[in-house]
């Protein structure tokens, strides 16, 4: 059984900074792509960030040059480093894991950011 769990959300100020981390557990991480998404209320889950296996990353234009995205394959984790955050990134953030033929989702860690 896969599991995909999320940690770090939380209240912060417009402009600072906070760090999430994402584990996935009872899989062969490093074989894993990872992805950090989000949805806020009333809109679409959208991409933020991912990493591939081998460590290619990408970003959404929305969070370049703010987020950080990288993975420690040792402590199955993924993070994203979000720095510069506004009240547009108050969202909740879901991590993904997908290999080839399946993907998991996490709960989601709730980001708030305030004015």
């Known amino acids: 059984q896969v599991q995909v769990v999320e940690s770090g959300g939380g209240l912060v100020q417009a402009g600072g900074s906070l760090r999430l981390s994402c584990e996935a557990s009872?899989?062969?991480?490093?074989?894993?792509?990872m992805g950090w998404y989000r949805q806020a209320p009333g809109k679409q889950r959208e991409l933020v960030a991912s990493?591939?296996?081998?460590?290619?990353?990408n970003y959404a234009d929305f969070v370049k040059g703010r987020f950080t995205i990288s993975r420690d394959n040792a402590k199955n984790t993924v993070y994203l480093q979000m720095n510069g955050l506004t009240t547009e990134d108050t969202a909740v953030y879901y991590c993904k894991a997908q290999s080839r033929f399946q993907y998991y989702w996490g709960q989601g860690t709730q980001v708030t950011v305030s004015s």
């Open positions: 009872g899989t062969l991480f490093s074989t894993y792509d």
């Open positions: 990493i591939t296996r081998g460590a290619n990353t």
